[in-house]
């Protein structure tokens, strides 16, 4: 059975850090490119960052680039995402996504709160 299982959200205030895991079961984690989505209310869910199979390569959303950083660890099946200077405007539910050819799974998401 796949699983994706996001934690590590919550309330932080504006200028403040979280980092988000993303534990993997049911699937070969290191053949999959995985990506950090997220989706604020009355918005579109977008692609805030990508890491590729092996971590050497990344990407970024214009809105999160120098503030978030996107790793992966093989060994233990887990995605992470470090947010650094968050904003109110980060405020959203964060989902991951493995993806491999058309098959693509998602978590649950975990909701990132940037309030004082």
């Known amino acids: 059975q796949v699983q994706l299982v996001e934690s590590g959200g919550g309330l932080v205030q504006p200028g403040g850090s979280l980092r988000l895991s993303c534990a993997a079961s049911g699937f070969t984690f290191s053949t999959y490119v995985m990506n950090w989505y997220r989706q604020a209310p009355g918005k579109e869910r977008e692609l805030v960052a990508s890491i590729s199979t092996t971590g050497r390569t990344t990407n970024y959303g214009d809105s999160v680039k120098g503030r978030f950083t996107i790793s992966r660890d093989n060994a233990k099946n887990t995605l992470y995402l470090q947010m650094n200077s968050l904003k109110p405007e980060d405020t959203a539910v964060y989902y991951c996504?493995?993806?491999?050819?058309?098959?693509?799974?998602w978590g649950q998401g975990t909701q990132v709160t940037v309030s004082s």
């Open positions: 996504k493995a993806r491999s050819g058309n098959t693509n799974y």
